[in-house]
């Protein structure tokens, strides 16, 4: 890398097009296959799904679905983020919660959250950088992975009124 050289890292949306980046980014990132209903869920979220390119490199992605609560409102699940290995600490993942996060802030939803497997200390970690906290710990949650269990990490976003 050159000295003070700018690397860009920019954010792109999951269409039917790149929706190939997404499947071997997973493949490669999670020890989970991920279905049908997963990827039309990716697609139909919108803006709150994302490929993020380092170098004009796909080097990591968001996939999100929103949910309705009881009384309308709308809460958004991350479904899967994550970065491969060699582009990780470079503020990747960051640059795609935080997208997530000043959108769903912008469209006045005012929770997000995602599971994490109980023994992976880094994501537990990540989160909580940003203001998530455990809410709560399911037994047996994953079917095919050790441990099987996971939390649930939740961030509540306090609306500001205008």
Known sequence: ?????????SLDGVRDKNLMQLKKLNTALFPVRY???YYADALVSGEFTKLAYYSDICV???A???EKKEGGAVRVYIMTLGVLAPYR???IGSTLLNHVLELSAKQNIGEIY???QTNNED?????KKFGF???????NYYTNITPPDCYVVTKFITQTKK
């Open 1 to 9: 890398m050159g000295v003070g050289r700018e690397v860009a890292i």
């Open 35 to 37: 279905n049908d209903k």
């Open 60 to 62: 990591g992605s968001i």
């Open 64 to 66: 999100c679905r929103l």
């Open 89 to 91: 600490g470079l503020g």
């Open 114 to 116: 995602l599971h994490v």
């Open 123 to 127: 994501a537990i970690n990540f989160y």
């Open 133 to 139: 906290e455990i809410t709560d710990t399911i037994q």
